[in-house]
């Protein structure tokens, strides 16, 4: 017997053994370090497709996570299920999206069938309660360059801008409402047709510290599904030594353009975030 003949004879035998040990287990082992040919055999052997491991996670999820295209290919021409969910409430799509990235990435994501746009409203406000003061203007004055800077618009200009431009096309943003100066956070719009609201509560920092002020900016995040006033996603980012750090201006033509780049900064991790939490 030739050593190709020997080898195929030994991986059949190697298949069939761990099928009559544990059909499931092999299946999604096999799944998870993306060896086609073992799943092939396995699930023609009669092992079950929706399988699932302790984190609730069936062989097409593992083979998405693990970036393994050709395998997720081959399971779903088994019949797998891609709206299966783990029990973070992900399928292979999104274990996909937010375990891989690059090229691997496109290429299982290509693989699966895209999810519906998520269809959401934004309402974004800002908070004066941080500008305290300037060096260089009366606290009027300074209350009227901020109203005039329009934080929210900002921040969920720049989120738009990024839904649209990076974001994959997964969320649609249905309306979009900016409400300017606020006193309290801001309140969803009512859903209409979207599945979820987004709130943003932006809140600029200004104060004088000897010669020049001191310039910051943290943005609150709460995302609700229609229906609910139960947050499904809240977050700050920036402010505090963790996310932007405070920035010293001499003149108050910088204010509008650091406030611009912080935006710009956290749009992603806003969209992401509120992307992972929309599609559990």
Same mark, same amino acid.
Not at 70 to 99: I, M, Q
Not at 145 to 167: F, K, N, W
Not at 205 to 225: H, W
């Given at each position: 017997?030739?050593?190709?003949?020997?080898?195929?004879?030994?991986? /059949?035998? @190697? +298949?069939?053994?761990?099928?009559? /040990? =544990?059909?499931?287990?092999?299946?999604? @082992?096999? /799944?998870?370090?993306?060896?086609?040919?073992?799943?092939?055999?396995?699930?023609?052997?009669?092992?079950?497709?929706?399988?699932?491991?302790?984190?609730?996670?069936?062989?097409?999820?593992?083979?998405? &996570?693990?970036? %393994?295209?050709?395998?997720?290919?081959?399971?779903?021409?088994?019949?797998?299920?891609?709206?299966?969910? =783990?029990?973070?409430?992900?399928?292979?799509?999104?274990?996909?999206?937010?375990?891989?990235?690059? !090229?691997?990435?496109?290429? +299982?994501?290509?693989?699966?069938?895209?999810? &519906?746009? +998520?269809?959401?409203?934004? $309402?974004?406000?800002?908070?004066? *309660?941080? +500008?305290?003061?300037?060096?260089?203007?009366?606290? *009027?004055?300074?209350?009227?360059?901020?109203?005039?800077? %329009?934080?929210?618009?900002?921040? !969920?200009?720049?989120?738009? #801008?990024?839904?649209?431009?990076?974001?994959?096309?997964?969320?649609?943003?249905?309306?979009?409402?900016?409400?300017?100066?606020? #006193?309290?956070?801001?309140?969803?719009?009512?859903? =209409?047709?979207? #599945?979820?609201?987004?709130?943003?509560?932006?809140?600029?920092?200004?104060?004088? $510290?000897?010669?020049?002020?001191?310039?910051?900016?943290?943005?609150?995040?709460? $995302?609700?599904?229609?229906?609910?006033?139960?947050?499904?996603?809240?977050? #700050?980012?920036?402010?505090?030594?963790?996310?932007? %750090?405070?920035? @010293?201006?001499?003149?108050?033509?910088?204010?509008?353009?650091?406030?611009?780049?912080?935006? *710009?900064? %956290?749009? /992603? @991790?806003?969209?992401?975030?509120?992307?992972?939490?929309?599609?559990?």
């Amino acid at each position: 017997m030739g050593l190709f003949l020997r080898l195929n004879v030994l991986a /059949a035998m @190697s +298949v069939l053994a761990s099928l009559a /040990a =544990d059909p499931g287990k092999a299946l999604l @082992s096999a /799944a998870r370090n993306g060896d086609a040919a073992a799943v092939k055999n396995l699930t023609s052997s009669g092992a079950r497709l929706e399988i699932k491991d302790k984190k609730g996670r069936t062989p097409l999820m593992l083979a998405a &996570a693990s970036g %393994h295209a050709d395998t997720v290919k081959l399971l779903l021409e088994k019949g797998a299920d891609p709206n299966a969910r =783990d029990k973070d409430g992900l399928t292979a799509y999104s274990l996909a999206l937010f375990s891989l990235s690059g !090229s691997e990435r496109d290429a +299982v994501l290509a693989a699966l069938p895209k999810p &519906a746009r +998520v269809r959401v409203n934004l $309402v974004s406000g800002w908070s004066p *309660e941080n +500008v305290v003061s300037s060096c260089f203007l009366s606290r *009027e004055a300074l209350a009227n360059l901020m109203t005039s800077i %329009h934080p929210d618009g900002l921040v !969920s200009g720049a989120l738009i #801008t990024y839904a649209r431009t990076s974001g994959m096309d997964l969320v649609e943003i249905l309306a979009v409402e900016t409400r300017g100066p606020m #006193t309290g956070p801001a309140s969803q719009l009512p859903p =209409d047709n979207a #599945t979820a609201a987004i709130a943003l509560n932006v809140r600029p920092g200004t104060s004088c $510290v000897r010669d020049s002020d001191n310039l910051s900016l943290a943005i609150d995040v709460r $995302v609700t599904r229609a229906g609910s006033q139960s947050p499904i996603f809240e977050k #700050t980012f920036g402010g505090g030594l963790r996310g932007l %750090h405070a920035q @010293s201006v001499t003149n108050i033509g910088q204010y509008q353009p650091f406030l611009e780049q912080w935006a *710009e900064a %956290h749009a /992603a @991790s806003i969209y992401w975030g509120v992307v992972k939490a929309l599609m559990k």
